[in-house]
């Protein structure tokens, strides 16, 4: 069961298919599995993948200006050369250009597809419900989507990059955020993720309530590691008037217990660790080709302008006891369990 070739396809925009893919791939790491992830995120190339994967882990960067034929001919080549015994793919059965379709059937190994929401003018277009028939498992990482009730689909809780012992305490994520200890004010994090432009207006939002909050609370923009950072983390001149310097912080997950009202966009990865963690979020919905993110967010957490979004994270700052998440459940752990009981055993 253990020591098979695994590939991850995680190609798509932003940071949440290869974050999600990450949390997966280091679960079958440790494990004793062999792990290739396949992104083709801008992110990426900055963004340190293999520190926090670990050993037994591999990522194949690749380069998302690509043509479509560029990209299955890519694909191809990793396939060629990887020979995975399980195929994982994130997201899109018919692969980001379409370029998975006709190799899928021919494919002699495990196919698994984490199937989550997706728009459906997507899922109509392109006929997704035949081409979910090429997976031998569909594994639905904590929300709903449209093929859920597949026989051969298997729901699991939702999969994040860090387990709770890497979480830090609320103290350690507070210091790690640049406040005192004797500073006991309530801390405000505006996460910056999505992409690059998006990244940049966190800055500005952030720089929006910093104004608006004063000396209440300390606000502090969040981003990943990309052109706002030098090589050493700190912050380049190529930042935003006004804002807060921002922090290079990734995975943001590592300091959650540590903020007290977070700030961002409907994106899967900020709306699960926040609510693993527990922490108040206001968002919101970016305009997405494929995901919809005003469906993922609840009513409380949907803003619907910016100014809206800096008048109701202004009215929820307050401090919050340490959260200690004891019904947490490693949605990935399960999701690799389930791989192995499902498609390895025999």
Same mark, same amino acid.
């Given at each position: 069961?253990?020591?098979?070739?695994?590939?991850?396809?995680?190609?798509?925009?932003?940071?949440?298919?290869?974050?999600?893919?990450?949390?997966?791939?280091?679960?079958?790491?440790?494990?004793?599995?062999?792990?290739?992830?396949?992104?083709?995120?801008?992110?990426?190339?900055?963004?340190?993948?293999?520190?926090?994967?670990?050993?037994?882990?591999?990522?194949?960067?690749?380069?998302?200006? !690509? /043509?479509?034929?560029?990209? =299955? *001919?890519?694909?191809?080549?990793?396939? @060629?050369?990887? #020979? +995975?015994? $399980?195929? %994982?793919?994130?997201?899109?059965?018919?692969?980001?250009?379409?370029?998975?379709?006709?190799?899928?059937?021919?494919?002699?190994?495990?196919?698994?597809?984490?199937?989550?929401?997706?728009?459906?003018?997507?899922?109509?277009?392109?006929?997704?419900?035949?081409?979910?028939?090429?997976?031998?498992?569909?594994?639905?990482?904590?929300?709903?989507?449209?093929?859920?009730?597949?026989?051969?689909?298997?729901?699991?809780?939702?999969?994040?990059?860090?387990?709770?012992?890497?979480? !830090? /305490?609320?103290?350690?994520? =507070? *210091?790690?955020?640049?406040?005192?200890? @004797?500073?006991? #004010? +309530?801390? $405000?994090? %505006?996460?910056?993720?999505?992409?690059?432009?998006?990244?940049?207006?966190?800055?500005?939002?952030?720089?929006?309530?910093?104004?608006?909050?004063?000396?209440?609370?300390?606000?502090?923009?969040?981003?990943?590691?990309?052109?706002?950072?030098?090589?050493?983390?700190?912050?380049?001149?190529?930042?935003?008037?006004?804002?807060?310097?921002?922090?290079?912080?990734?995975?943001?997950?590592?300091?959650?217990?540590?903020?007290?009202?977070?700030?961002?966009?409907?994106?899967?990865?900020?709306?699960?660790?926040?609510?693993?963690?527990?922490?108040?979020?206001?968002?919101?919905?970016?305009?997405?080709?494929?995901?919809?993110?005003?469906?993922?967010?609840?009513?409380?957490?949907?803003?619907?302008?910016?100014?809206?979004?800096?008048?109701?994270?202004?009215?929820?700052?307050?401090?919050?006891?340490?959260?200690?998440?004891?019904?947490?459940?490693?949605?990935?752990?399960?999701?690799?369990?389930?791989?192995?009981?499902?498609?390895?055993?025999?």
């Amino acid at each position: 069961m253990r020591g098979t070739r695994w590939l991850i396809y995680a190609l798509g925009g932003g940071m949440g298919h290869f974050t999600r893919a990450c949390g997966l791939a280091r679960m079958a790491a440790r494990r004793g599995h062999r792990v290739t992830v396949m992104t083709n995120s801008a992110f990426a190339p900055d963004v340190p993948l293999e520190e926090v994967l670990g050993p037994g882990a591999f990522v194949h960067r690749i380069n998302p200006e !690509l /043509s479509k034929s560029a990209v =299955r *001919e890519t694909v191809e080549c990793v396939l @060629e050369g990887v #020979r +995975p015994e $399980v195929l %994982v793919v994130d997201t899109f059965p018919r692969g980001l250009v379409g370029e998975l379709a006709p190799m899928l059937p021919g494919l002699r190994m495990a196919k698994v597809l984490v199937h989550r929401d997706l728009n459906p003018a997507y899922v109509a277009k392109f006929n997704i419900a035949e081409a979910v028939e090429d997976f031998d498992l569909l594994l639905v990482p904590g929300e709903d989507a449209p093929f859920a009730q597949h026989p051969r689909a298997l729901r699991t809780a939702p999969w994040l990059l860090l387990e709770q012992e890497e979480w !830090l /305490s609320r103290a350690r994520a =507070r *210091e790690r955020l640049g406040v005192s200890p @004797e500073d006991t #004010r +309530p801390l $405000v994090a %505006v996460m910056g993720s999505g992409n690059e432009l998006e990244v940049r207006e966190a800055g500005d939002i952030a720089a929006r309530l910093q104004s608006e909050l004063g000396a209440r609370a300390p606000v502090r923009w969040l981003a990943p590691p990309g052109p706002w950072f030098d090589a050493k983390g700190k912050s380049s001149r190529n930042t935003v008037r006004g804002a807060p310097q921002p922090l290079c912080v990734w995975p943001a997950l590592a300091v959650m217990p540590g903020v007290d009202v977070l700030v961002g966009a409907g994106g899967y990865n900020t709306v699960q660790e926040a609510r693993v963690t527990g922490t108040p979020l206001v968002a919101l919905a970016r305009a997405r080709r494929y995901d919809r993110q005003a469906v993922r967010l609840r009513p409380e957490e949907l803003a619907r302008t910016g100014a809206e979004l800096v008048e109701r994270a202004v009215a929820r700052v307050m401090p919050r006891p340490e959260q200690t998440a004891s019904g947490y459940t490693s949605g990935a752990r399960d999701a690799v369990a389930l791989i192995e009981r499902t498609l390895l055993s025999a």
